[in-house]
């Protein structure tokens, strides 16, 4: 390998040997086709049923680690050769999380669609339904619901609280506070469910208590972390400035963080707010255990069984029956809804985010 | 964070202000009172299981903690897995979105690994079941086959692809996003003057990479690998749907028998216990909660400790 060097010492770095400016490219192209051309004969020859068309990109871009490598350390020595090596494997590893991002989408849409469609899937309930038919109305009227008394109970006191980190905390509780609602978002969401659950048995001396309103609270405990966070953060960005002028014209301190505060940072915060309730929406677990699951409409958040989306998809996907392809493909039709309801809010949020930010000049 | 001058004029009390700021008070204690109240109901409400009879666990164990062992060794498991398959392409991305993409796209792309969080985990785990578990099946036959001889590789191979091993790799499609998003932070607050000062040195981009960024970001990566070690050990959805579970030790990673984890034992007999077995499960569930909790703390303390790292979440 050192050859290259010893036979001409005088080069220095600059000037010596280099691969043609977008051999890479080529070299990359031309591994997916050696690699396409071997699944092809394998094909051909009968020996594996069908084109492998994944299997020839992963070949493909494996050939391509190893060739460029070797032409690299041919030509342009060692060092440059692993920092090419190094591209080709950092780039290979994004192009890998968003295969299963992408497949996931593809999936979803294409066995979601079907059902989807149905004119009754979002005007009925699942309520005497065996086999086809029916609909998501009930579970959807119940993850609004649920996920709505979640959001009132949220914001308020996550937003007060990041009020308080931002404007009023100092010291050991503000401390406390900031850690232990980081350590807190990282609280399983199915250990927030019976928490909820060990909560309103004691609380009703009931050991087997199933209702909306304990989805509420089990999702609040997920939310407010989060909602705090982002909160905290937007605070943090309204500039100081602000605040002292408002006092300089003898505002209190508390209207001043009413009328300049918060309005300078609405933006942010509702889009932080939009963030977490798209976070909570797909939860199951926690719903799971204290709402249950019901195949009728309930309106009351305080009584009886409510379903909502996520704990349908996932019973329609445990509990099928007779004719199973009905029940699976409800579950993927409950998974499109939600993927869109969640994507809605995200692209909601981030627009929010984009047109209302207080343009900071930097 | 307003700067306090060392000679402070305080202002006058008004209502509004004491009303406002007790306010803020009380819901920034609430939060702490939450998290002592998760700890309390689930302590109290799992006393039972600890003193249950042997007759009310389920097969042949025949006390509380011979009936979560298996549990903690299949969460511990499945959640190490993952990591050891998220962490380094984890990181790949980060580097990839933060020092190799164009600065144009960079962001783009990163709300792109974002999207994956957004995914609910019971869409995972139909995905996981559905798409998955039948891709890798034949995989997983064909390693059986000519590795077969390594025990972790021993048969008899799974018909379905519903191993602990397909769970690990869902678990880490599901952890990347908050490694990812972490490890990108760190890496771009890594100071320029190293990374230039790297280059003038002659380094290639690589060279730049390994003697001044990663060990910048060290104790970043290691928290970031932390914060998604505390969400696999935590994911119920996706892991009850994929696994096909089983009640003992199993350290083969491709049979249909597998150890199950505690929060999709949980997911899974939930809605049919009654009786001491709902204080079991709880129990199980504060166990969850205790070994989370302190992974979470750790993590974050590791965090804090570089206070660049604050805006990283």
Redesign the interface.
């Known amino acids: 390998m050192t050859s290259v060097l010893d036979a001409a010492p005088l080069t220095n770095?600059l000037t010596a040997g280099k691969l043609p400016r977008r051999s890479s490219l080529w070299i990359l192209l031309g591994s997916w086709a050696v690699s396409a051309a071997i699944f092809a004969m394998l094909y051909l020859s009968g020996s594996v049923d069908g084109f492998n068309i994944v299997g020839t990109v992963v070949f493909g871009t494996v050939l391509y680690c190893v060739a460029i490598y070797v032409l690299s350390r041919l030509v342009e020595g060692s060092?440059?050769a692993?920092?090419r090596l190094?591209?080709a494997?950092?780039?290979?590893?994004?192009i890998?999380?968003?295969l299963?991002?992408i497949?996931?989408i593809y999936?979803?849409v294409v066995?979601g669609l079907p059902a989807f469609l149905t004119p009754t899937f979002f005007t009925e309930s699942q309520r005497n339904v065996v086999g086809a038919g029916g609909g998501v109305l009930h579970a959807i009227v119940g993850t609004l619901m649920v996920t709505g008394m979640a959001t009132l109970i949220s914001v308020?006191?996550?937003?007060?609280?990041s009020?308080?980190?931002?404007?009023?905390?100092r010291g050991r509780?503000?401390k406390?506070?900031t850690?232990?609602?980081?350590?807190?978002?990282?609280?399983?969401?199915?250990?927030?469910g019976?928490?909820a659950?060990?909560?309103f048995?004691?609380l009703f001396d009931d050991?087997?208590i199933r209702f909306g309103f304990g989805g509420s609270i089990a999702l609040s405990?997920l939310m407010?972390?989060v909602v705090?966070?982002s909160s905290e953060?937007m605070l943090?960005l309204v500039p100081?400035e602000l605040?002292e002028a408002a006092?300089a014209l003898g505002v209190?301190?508390?209207?001043t963080?009413?009328k300049v505060v918060l309005p300078t940072s609405i933006a942010g915060i509702v889009t932080g707010v939009m963030l977490s309730i798209?976070?909570v929406?797909?939860?199951?677990?926690p719903l799971?255990?204290i709402a249950?699951?019901t195949s009728s409409m309930n309106y009351d958040l305080f009584g009886e069984r409510m379903m909502t989306l996520?704990v349908f998809?996932?019973t329609q996907?445990?509990n099928q029956g007779a004719d199973s392809q009905a029940y699976?493909d409800r579950?993927?039709a409950g998974?499109l809804t939600?993927?869109v309801i969640?994507?809605l809010l995200?692209g909601l949020a981030?627009l929010i985010a984009h047109w209302f930010s207080p343009k900071l000049g930097r | 964070m307003t700067t306090a001058a060392a000679t402070t004029i305080k202002a006058r009390q008004r209502p509004g202000d004491r009303i406002f700021s007790s306010a803020t008070l009380i819901a920034g204690g609430l939060i702490l009172a939450v998290l002592a109240a998760v700890a309390i109901f689930l302590l109290v409400e799992s006393l039972p299981a600890f003193i249950a009879d042997p007759g009310e666990f389920s097969g042949d164990t025949t006390n509380f903690w011979s009936y979560v062992g298996p549990l903690v060794f299949g969460t511990i498991y499945s959640a190490i897995l993952a990591l050891i398959m998220a962490v380094p392409v984890a990181i790949g991305i980060a580097l990839f979105i933060s020092h190799f993409a164009p600065r144009k796209l960079a962001q783009g792309l990163g709300y792109l690994v974002d999207l994956l969080a957004a995914v609910p985990s019971v869409v995972f785990g139909l995905w996981g079941i559905g798409v998955l578990a039948p891709l890798v099946q034949p995989f997983y036959s064909n390693l059986v086959d000519w590795f077969g001889w390594f025990p972790p590789f021993a048969g008899p191979v799974s018909g379905t692809g519903r191993t602990i091993f397909t769970v690990a790799i869902v678990l880490a499609v599901m952890i990347l996003p908050i490694i990812t998003a972490i490890c990108r932070e760190i890496f771009l607050q890594t100071p320029l003057l190293h990374e230039e000062a790297a280059l003038a040195l002659g380094a290639t981009r690589w060279e730049m990479i390994r003697m001044a960024v990663l060990p910048f970001g060290l104790p970043g990566i290691i928290s970031a690998s932390m914060l998604g070690l505390g969400r696999a050990l935590g994911e119920t959805m996706a892991v009850a749907m994929v696994l096909s579970p089983s009640r003992e030790v199993i350290f083969q990673l491709l049979t249909s028998q597998n150890s199950n984890t505690i929060a999709s034992n949980i997911a899974l007999n939930f809605p049919e216990a009654h009786g001491v077995g709902v204080n079991i499960l709880l129990a199980t569930g504060l166990m969850l909660f205790v070994v989370t909790l302190l992974v979470n703390m750790l993590a974050r303390t590791i965090i804090n400790s570089r206070k660049a790292f604050s805006g990283a979440n």
Do not use: C, H, Q
Not at chain 1, 156 to 161: C, E, S
């Open positions: 770095s060092r440059k692993k920092d190094m591209t494997l950092v780039t290979a590893a994004f890998i999380a968003l299963p991002l497949s996931i999936t979803t066995n308020p006191i996550g937003l007060l609280a009020i308080y980190l931002v404007e009023y905390g509780l503000a406390a506070i850690f232990f609602v980081d350590v807190m978002t990282g609280i399983p969401s199915i250990v927030a019976l928490f659950f060990a909560l048995a004691l050991p087997g405990v407010i972390p705090v966070r953060e943090k100081n605040r006092f209190p301190k508390w209207l963080i009413l798209a976070r929406i797909g939860e199951t677990a799971l255990i249950g699951f996520p998809v996932y996907y445990a699976i579950a993927w998974a939600l993927i969640v994507m995200n981030r």
